[in-house]
């Protein structure tokens, strides 16, 4: 997927770019970006946007990254353009060298099909299309609540491995059902 770069009208409260001048004077490598939104297509459909108050765009040839300071939403869209899963997360750093993204602080996945993950950090890996995590993680699911240390998903959260699991699952209960002819 290719980012496209959207800038939208700074906002008029205090953040943190009011506290940035004299690094953003003393560091040519470093631009400072407010009001951020990033779209990521594949095959002209729009799959993730990616938006946060305050990037800093870190222009090293060596590690170019993206360093989102204030925090970040992802929205993942379907092909209709339909918010399928947001993830939020108070801060956020993509390394396009190695193709890697870390959220964390407060890191949130949260499915239209009322699914919810909560983990302190989460890395994306864009080149193998996984979310994975060595912390604790909680999963909520319509009836059920699994906690478990580790994590690893495909990029969209599906095929889900969690390690050392606990929780309550729903069980479907097949054995009290009898054939009535």
């Known amino acids: 997927?290719?980012?496209?770069?959207?800038?939208?009208?700074?906002?008029?409260?205090?953040?943190?770019?009011?506290?940035?001048p004299?690094?953003?004077?003393?560091?040519?490598?470093?631009?400072?970006?407010?009001?951020?939104?990033?779209?990521?297509?594949?095959?002209?459909?729009?799959?993730?946007?990616v938006r946060g108050p305050v990037m800093l765009y870190h222009t090293e040839r060596n590690?170019?990254?993206q360093e989102f300071i204030e925090g970040v939403e992802v929205d993942f869209l379907d092909r209709n353009q339909e918010v399928v899963s947001r993830l939020t997360a108070k801060y956020a750093i993509r390394r396009e060298s190695i193709g890697t993204i870390i959220v964390r602080d407060s890191v949130v996945w949260?499915?239209?099909?009322?699914?919810?993950?909560?983990?302190?950090?989460?890395?994306?890996?864009?080149?193998?299309?996984?979310?994975?995590?060595?912390?604790?993680?909680?999963?909520?699911?319509?009836?059920?609540?699994?906690?478990?240390?580790?994590?690893?998903?495909?990029?969209?959260?599906t095929n889900i491995t969690m390690k050392a699991v606990e929780g309550r699952v729903k069980v479907d209960n097949q054995e009290g059902k009898q054939d009535q002819n």
């Open 110 to 157: 949260q499915s239209s099909q009322n699914e919810r993950l909560t983990t302190d950090e989460m890395t994306w890996d864009e080149r193998l299309q996984k979310v994975f995590t060595d912390r604790f993680v909680v999963i909520t699911r319509p009836e059920e609540i699994l906690y478990g240390r580790g994590f690893e998903a495909d990029q969209d959260f």
């Open 22 to 49: 004299d690094i953003l004077l003393n560091n040519p490598n470093l631009e400072l970006l407010e009001d951020v939104e990033i779209l990521y297509s594949d095959s002209a459909f729009v799959k993730v946007r």
């Open 63 to 65: 590690d170019p990254r």
């Open 1 to 20: 997927m290719l980012p496209v770069f959207t800038l939208l009208a700074p906002a008029c409260e205090r953040r943190a770019s009011d506290v940035l």
